[in-house]
C-alpha cells in the first residue's frame, strides 16, 4: 500500500510538508486497505481512480 499527500502545487514543491507512506507489511496492509473500503462505504472518502 502507499499512501500519500503529494501535492504537486508550487506550494507542494516548494513550501508544504508533503510526505509518502509505502507500507510492506502484508498485514497492515490489509488493515489499512479495510480502513480506506469502509471510509468510501460510509461516504467519507471517494474512490480516484
Given at each position: 500500500?502507499?499512501?500519500s499527500s503529494a501535492?504537486?502545487?508550487?506550494?507542494?514543491?516548494?513550501?508544504?510538508?508533503?510526505?509518502?507512506?509505502?507500507?510492506?507489511?502484508?498485514?497492515?496492509?490489509?488493515?489499512?486497505?479495510?480502513?480506506?473500503?469502509?471510509?468510501?462505504?460510509?461516504?467519507?472518502?471517494?474512490?480516484?481512480?
Amino acid at each position: 500500500v502507499f499512501v500519500s499527500s503529494a501535492n504537486f502545487t508550487e506550494a507542494g514543491q516548494e513550501r508544504n510538508i508533503e510526505v509518502g507512506l509505502k507500507i510492506e507489511s502484508q498485514w497492515l496492509a490489509k488493515q489499512i486497505t479495510t480502513h480506506f473500503r469502509h471510509l468510501v462505504d460510509y461516504g467519507l472518502a471517494k474512490r480516484a481512480f
